[in-house]
């Protein structure tokens, strides 16, 4: 997921949530997500119009290290100056109120509960190793508090 100051979707709502101190019931699941800094992309946009040295190919652009939906609702927490409210639900109840929200065409539901609790990390090894870098100009973490400084 591409952010940066002014960012509109999903990490708006899940901002949102947070700011209101709505507990997050999904803490049991551990999950990894790549992100990426507008910083981040700008800096290998630039690099690939002033170098000609860069191969044609096809490159992963993203931060450094992926984070956990956790992590992130701790970092919104934070920049909002609360506590976070994360609760680690058990799965089996979780997976029943996915199943119930299936039937009764709820938000949550089982595809819902998979999007939200899925892995999705990227490597940007080979774009890093093009570009002659061991890493990205802006940590996730940076980027990430910088994108949450600009919905306030």
């Known amino acids: ?74 970092l919104i927490s934070e920049s909002v100056g609360k506590k976070p409210r994360i609760w680690k639900l058990p799965k089996g109840l979780i997976n029943a109120m996915a199943a119930t929200g299936e039937a009764l065409h709820l938000p949550l539901n089982k595809q819902r509960l998979q999007k939200l609790t899925e892995n999705y990390v990227v490597s940007n090894r080979k774009i890093k190793s093009a570009l002659g870098i061991e890493k990205m100009p802006v940590s996730v973490r940076h980027g990430m508090k910088r994108t949450l400084e600009s919905f306030r």
């Open 1 to 74: 997921m591409i952010h940066g100051p002014g960012n509109k979707g999903n990490l708006n709502l899940l901002y949102s949530v947070a700011k209101k101190g709505i507990p997050w019931p999904l803490g049991v699941y551990e999950n990894a997500r790549s992100f990426c800094s507008v910083d981040n992309i700008s800096y290998v946009v630039e690099q690939l119009i002033i170098r000609d040295n860069i191969e044609s190919g096809i490159y992963h652009v993203g931060d450094d290290e992926p984070i956990s939906t956790n992590e992130l609702i701790e």
